[in-house]
C-alpha cells in the first residue's frame, strides 16, 4: 500500500512535545559560548532628523561592554529591493534622519540580556521631529518626503502600463459598481520573533544562526549588505517559530549581527522583544483599492478594473513587488472580457512591508469577490450563481487570463456547488429570511468565495539529496526551510514510497547553507510542488542508480531488476528467492547518493471555494464567525493531516483579518498596535472549528499533480467573512464595511445606512 | 537574591536579581529551554508552566514568587525526560496535530494539563474559552482543541458537531465580553 495520502503523525513532534523546538534564541552552541548580547535602542518618533547621540552614560553602564551609532556603522546603506527608487536606501543604523518608530539608531553590547535593556535606556538621542506622512493618499502628493533627495515618495516604476483604457471601457455594461475599499495593513506575528546569533571563525569566515524561511538567499542578501563573498558566510537554521511569508530573506538586522560580531572579536546573540517585532518585522497587505465592476442584468460580467495603491512603508522591501501579484490574479476565478488594473507603491512613514500569507494574491481575492458581491446586490442575483454564471469553466483549461496568469487546472465551479452543499446554503438562506422577516436581532449574514491563487511563483528551481547509508537509513537534504510545515515527515513519506525504507529511517536536514548550498526555501506555498517533487525524483532516481549497480552484484541485466519496497531490496523480476542485495549493502560498497535540481518552469494554481456563516448583533454591531466550510484543491494530498492543518491555519489568519485584525498608526506614525495587548490575533475564543470538504484536482506542471496549499485558506476565508458579515446588514441597506469589521464598524455602517434611507 | 525552586521534581536554587523572571530563570539557570518567550503583555502564553499545580504565565512571575514552590514545565510530563510522549496531552498533540512550528507548543500543553485538571468532562466551547490565553498563529486551534478534548477522554468529533449546531455562544472570558473574570 502507498504511504502517499495517509496519515503519518508528525516525526518532528517527539522532540518538539518534549523538550521542546530549538530555536535561535535556545541554542546553547559552543561556538555561541560567552556571546554578548545586542540591544538595539529604537526611535521613539516616526520621522525625525537626528542632532546628536550621548552614549556616554551608557557606555559606563554595568555590563556594557561596546555601544555603536551610525557614525561608528561602516555597513554601506542598502536598496533592500532592487526596483524601488535607487535613492531610497536603508542604513543599518540611523546617522542623519529617522523614518519611522522603531529604526534602530544604536546597539548596546551586554554580558548580560537585562543590562542591555538597562544601558539602551541610557543612550540619549537628540531628535528633531519632522512632520510624518502616513496616509498612502497625502504620500503620493509628495508635500513631506521620506527622501528629499528622491523627490517623491513613489517607489517605483515597475508596475507603470503602456496605455490606459479608454472611456468606453464599461459602455457596453448595464450596470457598473465602483468603490474604494481597504485592505488593511496587518501583522504577521509570528509567535518566535526574530532572532539572529553570529560568531567569526579563525578561518575568516562568519557563521549566522538565525531565524529565516530560506537560508541560502538569506546568505547572499546579508553577503552583499557585508561586501562579502558569499562563501565566508554561513547561515545555519535552529527551527523557526513560525513565519508567514515575513521571515522571508534577511533582515538587516542578521548583518548588524555579524558586523558587531566582528567588531568585538566576539560572538553576540540578538533576539527581539515582541514590541520591537511588532515596530521592525515587515508587516503584509496594506493597499488602497477602487474597484470597478460592471455587467449585464442578467448577472453576465463584462468588464472589471482594479487601481491599486501600496504602502511600502519607510524602506521599501518585498512590498513594492506585490501589486504584480494582485493585478496578475485580479480576475480571480471569472471568465471576464476586459480587465484592467494599475497600481502604484509609495513610501510612509511606518513600518516596511513584505509578504504575509498570501501575499499580493489575498488582495486581488478579496477586491474581486468583493466586486462581485456588490454587483450582485446591485442587480439582486444570488451571490453564489452570479459566481457559476462567470466562472471559467473547465472546458477552458488551460486557460491564460487578461491578468496575464496561465491557469493550469481548476473546476471552480464544482468547488462552489461543493461548498454550498456541505453548507447547506438553500438553508441557510431560508434561515436568514426567517429572521429578517421577524426583525431578529440577531441576524445571519452568509459569504461566499471563489477564488484562484498562484503557488510556486516565486522561484522555480528547488533541489534535493536522498542518500541511503550502509545502516539502512537515509538522509535527506532539501532546498525548502521548514517552520512548521512538517517537511520532516512530508519529505521522508516521499522518499519512503520510492525506497522502500520506512519513514522512521529517513532524516531531513534543511536550512545549513554549507551542507545545501542552494535552494529557495519555503514561502508562496512553493515547497511540495517544487522541493517536494525534487525529492521524489531523486528517490525515483536512487533507484535507478541502486538497480545499476545491483546488476553486477546480482549479474543480471537491469531491465530485469526491481525495487522490493517491502524490503528495500533490489530484485530480479519475477523470481521470488533469487539472490537480492538491498540498498544498505549497496552503499556500503559504493557511496549512494543522489542529487536532483528540479525545475517546475511554471506556477500552479490551486483553487477553491469557502462560505462562511456569521451572525451579527444589529443592536450592537458585534458579528460572531459560525461556521466555515472550505473547499481547498491543491491537487493530490500528500498527508491529509499535514494539509488539513495548513488549511486550520490559513482559514484562521483569513477570518483574523476579516474580523479582528488591523496595525495602527496615529497621524505622526506613532503605532497604537505594537504590543499583543493591543493587536488583535484571535484566541481559540474568537474562532469556530472548521469545516472541511476535499476536492483533489491534479495540476499538470509536475508529475505528482503537485499544487500548494499553505496560503489557501487565507485566500478564500476572507472575503467569504467578510462578505458574511456585509450580506448580515445589506436588508438594512449597508453596501459595504471596510475589516476588520469590529463592533463599532458594524454599528457605524447599520446607522449611516439607516441615515441614508431616512432621507 | 537565593532562591529555591522544585523544578519538575528536582530541588534547583540559585542567587538571582530580584528582578529575574521566572521564565528566564528556567531558561537560563536551568537551561531548560522548551518555556518560550513570545511577548512582554502576558498576552501569548507560550511561557505557561504550572507553579503548585496552577498554570501561570511565567514571563511575568518572578522567580522570587516561586521560591519554596514547585514548577513543572513541559520537560516535567511523564516520558518526557526520555524522549517520549508518555503524558496523555503530549500524546494528543501528536495525534491530533495540535502543533505546527512548535512555539506556543509548550505553553498550550501546560495549559491544556491544567485545564483537564481543573475540568475532566470539558466540551468544545470550554477548551476554547479555557485555552483564551494562549496564542496559536499556525494552527487556527481546531487540531488544539481536539487534542485537548482527546486527552481529556472526549470524541472530538461529536464534541465538535455538537458545538457547531449549538445556539450557545463563545466567549473569552474577561476579553470578549469585556465583563471581567465572571
Redesign the interface.
Known amino acids: 500500500m502507498s504511504i502517499l495520502g495517509t496519515r503519518v503523525?508528525?516525526t518532528?513532534?517527539?522532540?518538539?512535545?518534549?523538550?521542546?523546538?530549538?530555536?535561535t534564541d535556545?541554542l546553547?552552541d559552543e561556538r555561541l559560548t560567552g556571546a554578548l548580547h545586542v540591544t538595539l535602542v529604537r526611535s521613539p518618533l516616526a520621522h525625525a532628523t537626528i542632532n546628536s547621540i550621548d552614549v556616554e552614560e551608557a557606555r559606563n553602564a554595568p555590563g556594557v561592554v561596546a555601544v555603536f551609532t551610525g557614525a561608528d556603522c561602516d555597513i554601506a546603506p542598502a536598496l533592500l529591493f532592487p526596483a524601488a527608487n535607487k535613492q531610497m536606501v536603508r542604513p543599518f543604523l540611523a546617522t542623519d534622519r529617522v523614518r519611522y518608530v522603531g529604526e534602530a539608531v544604536a546597539a548596546v553590547l551586554t554580558e548580560e540580556?537585562?543590562q542591555g535593556e538597562d544601558a539602551a535606556d541610557l543612550v540619549d538621542v537628540d531628535y528633531e521631529p519632522l512632520d510624518a506622512v502616513v496616509d498612502m493618499k497625502e504620500a503620493l502628493k509628495d508635500e513631506v518626503l521620506l527622501f528629499p533627495e528622491a523627490g517623491t515618495n513613489s517607489v517605483t516604476a515597475m508596475h507603470l502600463n503602456k496605455d490606459e483604457p479608454g472611456d468606453d471601457f464599461f459602455a457596453d455594461c448595464e450596470v457598473v459598481v465602483s468603490r474604494e475599499i481597504v485592505n488593511q495593513r496587518v501583522a504577521a506575528?509570528?509567535?518566535?520573533?526574530r532572532a539572529a546569533s553570529a560568531y567569526w571563525g579563525e578561518d575568516g569566515r562568519c557563521t549566522i544562526f538565525c531565524s529565516t524561511q530560506n537560508a541560502q538567499s538569506a546568505r547572499d542578501e546579508v553577503a552583499g549588505w557585508l561586501g562579502m563573498d558569499a562563501k565566508d558566510l554561513r547561515l545555519i537554521l535552529p527551527?523557526?517559530?513560525?513565519g508567514?511569508g515575513a521571515k522571508i530573506g534577511a533582515d538587516p538586522e542578521f548583518a548588524l549581527v555579524a558586523w558587531l560580531s566582528k567588531k568585538v572579536g566576539r560572538p553576540v546573540r540578538w533576539n527581539e522583544?515582541?514590541?520591537e517585532n511588532m515596530t521592525g518585522m515587515v508587516q503584509g497587505r496594506g493597499q488602497l483599492q477602487t474597484i470597478t465592476i460592471g455587467g449585464d442584468r442578467d448577472g453576465t460580467v463584462k468588464a472589471y478594473r482594479l487601481d491599486v495603491v501600496a504602502d511600502a512603508g519607510a524602506y521599501p522591501r518585498l512590498g513594492v513587488a506585490l501589486p504584480m501579484f494582485t493585478r496578475m490574479m485580479a480576475p480571480g476565478t471569472y471568465d471576464i472580457p476586459k480587465v484592467w488594473s494599475t497600481a502604484k507603491v509609495v513610501a510612509t512613514n511606518t513600518t516596511s512591508t513584505a509578504a504575509y500569507r498570501g501575499a499580493g494574491r489575498p488582495e486581488a481575492t478579496q477586491a474581486i469577490e468583493r466586486a462581485m458581491d456588490l454587483f450582485a446586490d446591485e442587480i439582486g442575483m444570488d451571490p453564489a450563481e452570479l459566481r457559476k454564471k462567470n466562472v471559467i469553466k473547465p472546458e477552458q483549461f488551460p486557460f491564460t487570463t487578461k491578468g496575464g496568469a496561465e491557469y493550469d487546472t481548476g473546476e471552480y465551479a464544482k468547488a462552489i456547488d461543493l461548498a454550498c452543499k456541505a453548507a447547506n446554503y438553500e438553508g441557510l438562506r431560508a434561515e436568514q429570511a426567517r429572521r429578517r422577516e421577524r426583525g431578529d436581532a440577531l441576524q445571519l449574514g452568509i459569504g461566499v468565495s471563489s477564488y484562484v491563487e498562484i503557488t510556486g511563483g516565486g522561484a522555480f528551481v528547488e533541489n534535493a539529496t536522498v542518500q541511503v547509508h550502509p545502516d539502512g537509513t537515509v538522509t535527506v537534504l532539501t532546498g525548502t526551510s521548514p517552520?512548521?510545515?512538517?517537511h520532516a515527515t512530508a519529505w521522508a513519506m516521499l522518499a519512503s514510497e520510492e525506497l522502500g525504507i520506512p519513514v522512521e529511517k529517513i532524516t531531513v536536514k534543511h536550512g545549513d547553507t554549507d551542507l545545501i548550498p542552494t535552494g529557495a526555501g519555503t514561502m508562496g506555498s512553493r515547497s511540495l510542488q517544487t522541493g517536494g517533487v525534487a525529492v521524489h525524483n531523486a528517490a525515483v532516481e536512487l533507484v535507478e542508480l541502486a538497480k545499476q549497480r545491483a546488476a553486477d552484484v546480482l549479474e543480471a541485466s537491469v531491465d530485469d531488476l526491481e525495487l522490493d519496497k517491502a524490503t528495500g531490496s533490489i530484485v530480479v523480476k519475477g523470481a521470488p528467492g533469487a539472490k537480492s542485495v538491498s540498498l544498505a549493502d549497496l552503499a556500503g560498497t559504493e557511496e549512494l547518493k543522489v542529487f536532483h535540481e528540479w525545475d517546475a518552469k511554471k506556477p500552479t494554481f490551486p483553487f477553491g471555494a469557502h462560505v462562511a456563516v456569521v451572525e451579527v448583533d444589529v443592536e450592537s454591531g458585534k458579528a460572531?464567525v459560525e461556521?466555515i466550510w472550505a473547499v481547498d484543491d491543491a491537487g493530490p494530498i500528500l498527508n491529509p493531516?499535514?494539509f488539513?492543518?495548513q488549511r486550520?491555519?490559513?482559514?484562521?489568519?483569513g477570518i483574523a483579518q476579516a474580523m479582528l485584525e488591523e496595525v495602527v498608526f496615529d497621524s505622526e506614525g506613532q503605532p497604537l498596535t505594537a504590543?499583543?495587548?493591543d493587536y488583535g490575533?484571535p484566541?481559540?475564543?474568537?474562532?469556530?472549528?472548521?469545516?472541511l470538504v476535499t476536492m483533489e484536482t491534479p495540476t499538470t506542471i509536475n508529475s505528482m499533480g503537485y499544487k500548494g496549499v499553505g496560503e489557501a485558506?487565507t485566500i478564500g476565508s476572507c472575503p467569504a467573512v467578510h462578505n458574511a458579515v456585509i450580506d448580515a446588514v445589506s436588508h438594512l441597506g449597508v453596501r459595504h464595511i471596510d475589516m476588520p469589521l469590529t463592533p463599532v464598524r458594524v454599528w457605524t455602517a447599520i446607522h449611516e445606512a439607516q441615515k441614508e434611507s431616512a432621507k | 537574591m537565593k532562591v529555591e525552586i522544585t523544578v519538575n521534581g528536582e530541588h534547583t536554587s540559585h542567587d538571582v536579581e530580584p528582578r529575574t523572571l521566572l521564565a528566564h530563570y528556567l531558561r537560563e539557570n536551568l537551561g531548560l529551554k522548551a518555556t518560550n518567550i513570545g511577548c512582554d503583555t502576558t498576552s501569548c502564553g507560550a511561557c505557561t508552566v504550572l507553579v503548585d499545580g496552577e498554570a501561570v504565565k511565567s514571563c511575568t512571575v518572578l522567580a522570587v514568587q516561586a521560591d519554596q514552590q514547585s514548577v513543572t514545565t513541559m520537560e516535567g510530563l511523564d516520558g518526557a525526560a526520555q524522549g517520549e510522549l508518555g503524558h496523555p496531552v503530549t500524546k494528543a498533540f501528536r495525534q491530533e496535530h495540535g502543533l505546527q512550528c512548535g512555539f506556543c507548543t509548550p505553553g498550550m500543553v501546560m495549559a491544556a494539563v491544567s485545564l483537564i485538571e481543573e475540568n475532566p468532562d470539558l466540551t468544545e466551547k470550554d477548551v476554547r474559552e479555557g485555552l483564551e490565553g494562549n496564542l496559536c498563529r499556525c494552527t487556527g486551534y481546531h487540531n488544539i482543541v481536539r487534542a485537548v478534548l482527546v486527552a481529556a477522554g472526549k470524541d472530538p468529533d461529536a464534541a465538535q458537531a455538537a458545538e457547531a449546531v449549538s445556539d450557545e455562544r463563545t466567549m473569552a472570558p474577561g476579553f470578549s465580553t469585556g465583563k471581567g473574570d465572571q
Open positions: 503523525v508528525r518532528e513532534d517527539p522532540v518538539f512535545l518534549t523538550r521542546g523546538a530549538t530555536y535556545d546553547t540580556a537585562y506575528a509570528p509567535l518566535e520573533t527551527d523557526v517559530g513560525g508567514f522583544s515582541r514590541s517552520h512548521g510545515q512538517g460572531t461556521r493531516l499535514i488539513d492543518g486550520h491555519g490559513g482559514i484562521a489568519q504590543t499583543f495587548a490575533i484566541s481559540a475564543a474568537e474562532l469556530p472549528s472548521f469545516d485558506g
